[in-house]
């Protein structure tokens, strides 16, 4: 250690792979004065693989003590220490803890630096075959149904194509949740164990992998979905502006606020929208008249 201010390095370790680690991690973690690790297991399996030691401190570094141990990591910094940040698998901060110790140093004026690496983001993205020029990372949907609608339906009119992580158990539920938002006929694709022996990509509409995902699968996953379509007057048909205006009203909108939004950005008169809405009221109140109608066995 010098007596000026240290650095914090934030280094990518490989997603499956332990091939693909980058050449500067090794001599990253046989430098670092403190290496924090999501899980010093994992490290410890890593430099195994790498064929390395590490000679600075070994820390651990999750979500459940993530808030107590940055100012540790902070007053190290600030002594002079150069450390390394590294979490299970991909870059430090993307939907793993990092991003509290990097504020933190930021703030302190600590230079702040990263060893690029793998993923799983980007690896999904350029596999998916769908539209990557504008795209955004959506991280883990919430576990409960309702919160994960809730979520799902503030990111129905979303243009770019939306990343997602998810955990295999809830994959069917998650992929089921997509396509009644989303539609059934949206392109998506199921990335599984990404550059491990196992690694498969599912390509199909929303609907098509809910049913595929209802008989297990296994390993980890990310879930890619096409944007909404940037539709012009007459892109749209009836049923898809009622579904549109009825996912808005779900997430808390009125139902006049639906309407003008969901024709503001289908490029039609506000009254077009409306009347399908009043026509798709009136015919679900005509079905369950001739339900009641209908003679008892």
Same mark, same amino acid.
Not at 134 to 143: A, D, Q, T, Y
Not at 162 to 185: K, S, Y
Not at 248 to 257: I, M, N, S, Y
């Given at each position: ?137 959506? *991280?883990? !949907? ?5 919160? %994960?609608?809730? &979520?799902? =339906? +503030?990111? /129905?009119? @979303? $243009? #770019? ?72 007057? *007459?892109? !749209? ?5 009622? %579904?549109?205006? &009825?996912? =808005? +009203?779900? /997430?808390? @909108? $009125? #139902? ?42």
């Amino acid at each position: 250690m010098t007596g000026t201010t240290g650095t914090l390095v934030l280094a990518g370790t490989p997603i499956g792979d332990v091939a693909d680690a980058p050449p500067r991690l090794a001599a990253e973690l046989e430098r670092a004065d403190v290496v924090a690790a999501e899980d010093t297991r994992r490290l410890r399996r890593l430099t195994q693989a790498l064929g390395i030691h590490t000679s600075g401190r070994v820390v651990s570094y999750f979500e459940g003590n993530e808030s107590a141990r940055t100012p540790e990591l902070v007053e190290a910094l600030s002594g002079g220490a150069r450390v390394l940040l590294v979490t299970d698998a991909g870059m430090p901060s993307v939907s793993d803890p990092g991003y509290r110790l990097v504020a933190a140093a930021v703030e302190r004026d600590i230079r702040v630096t990263a060893v690029p690496g793998p993923s799983a983001v980007l690896t999904a993205l350029a596999l998916s075959g769908l539209p990557v020029d504008r795209f955004c990372f959506e *991280g883990f !949907l919430p576990r409960k149904a309702g919160e %994960r609608l809730s &979520r799902l =339906r +503030e990111n /129905a009119d @979303e $243009r #770019r194509t939306m990343v997602f992580f998810e955990a295999p158990h809830r994959l069917d539920d998650t992929l089921a949740a997509m396509a009644e938002v989303f539609g059934a006929e949206r392109r998506a694709a199921v990335c599984r164990e990404l550059t491990k022996t196992y690694e498969e990509v599912k390509r199909g509409p929303l609907g098509e992998l809910a049913v595929w995902a209802a008989d297990g699968v296994r390993g980890e996953i990310t879930v890619v979905v096409e944007g909404a379509a940037d539709a012009g007057p *007459g892109d !749209l048909d009836a049923e898809e502006l009622v %579904r549109r205006v &009825r996912v =808005r +009203e779900e /997430a808390g @909108e $009125r #139902r006049k606020e639906a309407i003008a939004a969901v024709a503001a950005d289908a490029g039609l008169p506000k009254r077009e929208v409306f009347d399908a809405v009043v026509a798709a009221k009136n015919a679900e109140k005509a079905a369950k008249a001739d339900e009641g109608k209908a003679p008892k066995a």
